[in-house]
């Protein structure tokens, strides 16, 4: 099939025979093949569901954000008439960036290169606004529907805003499907804002191996992360064992870490009411047990609330988002956001941060600990593409294992136990339907 590492079938054809997620079979080189990520963008990312922005971060009529969907960079803006949209950022004139800067407020934009202007809500408004050029070089008028800004469809959940590219697909609830129940409990349990500003920075990795670790990969944190143990912050390196493994279908995935039921509940007392205001009793019973909370929404926005720490008398954690933005088939720009309750006490915000910050993100203790794996998988899975037989890898842990059914509240295929890699095979079989998907 292959002849001196250059293929003799078509991608696709290469994708369908060796992406084996029902064996426990991932075959290395569609980490960081450039035709793979080229297909990537198109297929994968150019027409699922993609988060784009925390409403928290757009409060006010005219305040936006840039973002990026796939390597596309986009504004993600609140109208004067209040609603989110997300448009692509690139005049339609000569297809230059009409927001340059990272967030702002305004009633319009106007492209630095020719001075196309466009309103909060993506109407053309003119060029130069209030200067007499555009009835001088367009004597003839311009059409100004059809230099309206390119605009993604935007949908929200609990919070959080997506876009997708793909207009006639499905609705945001039939994409997240059972994954709702499971986003009530991490961001919908009460009102969450945004702290900050977004971290950034570049790893050079493929995007898909941190996707796939915050899936289904609680197996890791004995070994990357035992230092939690050393620092005696936790009993044990089995820190990430306990609790559930779940696959919810789509391609996404999630583990809940839980503690002893007699430990009660490590979230502040004094958001209680709001939490049970929010949540119905199952969720409220899960979350009364959580000591971290991770997984990954395909394809690429991960989340997590770390596993709870104690210190002095209280039980302190720091729950964060994260995406990981394609920019290479090889290399990454990570993005980090610090969520909290917007109505949390004073102690419970000032040690979550202290926590988000010592932990997870640029200066995270974990995130040294994850990189250097990610960078280092990365540079394998580019060496693989040069060898002639397929190098594969192994994603059998809990191929034979039942689901819990009737014994856990929550929709999906619900594990006991962390360690299964039962999301990562739907993860990749999700990932394999689009990558064949012609239109």
């Known amino acids: 099939m292959r002849d001196g590492g250059v293929t003799s079938v078509s991608l696709t054809d290469r994708i369908r025979e060796t992406v084996l997620p029902e064996e426990g079979r991932i075959p290395m080189f569609i980490y960081a093949d450039p035709a793979v990520y080229s297909l990537e963008l198109q297929r994968v990312f150019g027409r699922s569901w993609l988060f784009v ?5 757009i409060p006010d009529p005219g305040s936006w954000v840039q973002r990026n969907m796939g390597e596309a960079s986009v504004i993600v803006a609140r109208g004067e008439d209040g609603v989110i949209r997300t448009f692509l950022n690139s005049c339609r004139h000569r297809g ?89 409990v991490l961001v919908g349990r009460a009102e969450m804002e945004v702290v900050g500003v977004p971290q950034k920075w570049v790893i050079p990795c493929a995007w898909k191996f941190p996707s796939e670790n915050f899936t289904c990969d609680a197996y890791h944190t004995a070994t990357a992360h035992a230092f939690l143990a050393k620092l005696d912050l936790v009993k044990g390196v089995d820190f990430g064992r306990d609790g559930y493994h779940v696959d919810p279908g789509n391609g996404s995935g999630l583990g809940i870490g839980i503690h002893p039921e007699e430990d009660g509940s490590y979230f502040p007392q004094e958001l209680h009411d709001e939490y049970a205001s929010n949540l119905d009793a199952d969720q409220l019973r899960l979350l009364h047990r959580v000591k971290n909370f991770h997984g990954n929404l395909f394809p690429n926005l991960s989340f997590l609330i770390p596993n709870f720490i104690k210190v002095g008398d209280d039980w302190i954690s720091g729950m964060m988002l994260r995406q990981w933005q394609p920019i290479a088939p090889d290399r990454i720009e990570a993005w980090s956001w610090h969520l909290v309750e917007k109505r949390g006490p004073d102690w419970w915000k000032r040690k979550g941060r202290a926590t988000y910050v010592q932990t997870f993100g640029m200066s995270g203790m974990f995130d040294q600990d994850d990189t250097e794996n990610w960078e280092l998988q990365t540079k394998n899975a580019v060496s693989a593409l040069a060898r002639d037989d397929e190098v594969w890898m192994h994603f059998e842990m809990g191929i034979h294992l039942e689901p819990l059914g009737d014994e856990f509240p929550g929709p999906g295929d619900v594990f006991d136990g962390k360690y299964s890699e039962s999301a990562g095979r739907t993860y990749y079989r999700h990932w394999r339907e689009l990558m064949l998907e012609e239109r």
Request: charge should be negative; proline fraction near 5%.
């Open 53 to 57: 922005a925390h409403e928290s971060e």
């Open 96 to 184: 230059m960036k009409i927001a340059c800067e990272d967030f702002g407020q305004g009633k319009m934009w106007r492209c630095p290169y020719h001075g196309f202007a466009y309103a909060s809500t993506g109407e053309f408004m003119g060029t130069l606004v209030g200067a007499p050029y555009e009835r001088i070089a367009y004597p003839g008028g311009l059409d100004r529907d059809a230099l309206h800004l390119i605009e993604a469809r935007c949908e929200r959940y609990q919070g959080l805003v997506f876009a997708t590219w793909n207009l006639d697909g499905p609705s945001l609830e039939e994409y997240l499907g059972p994954m709702t129940w499971y986003l009530d």
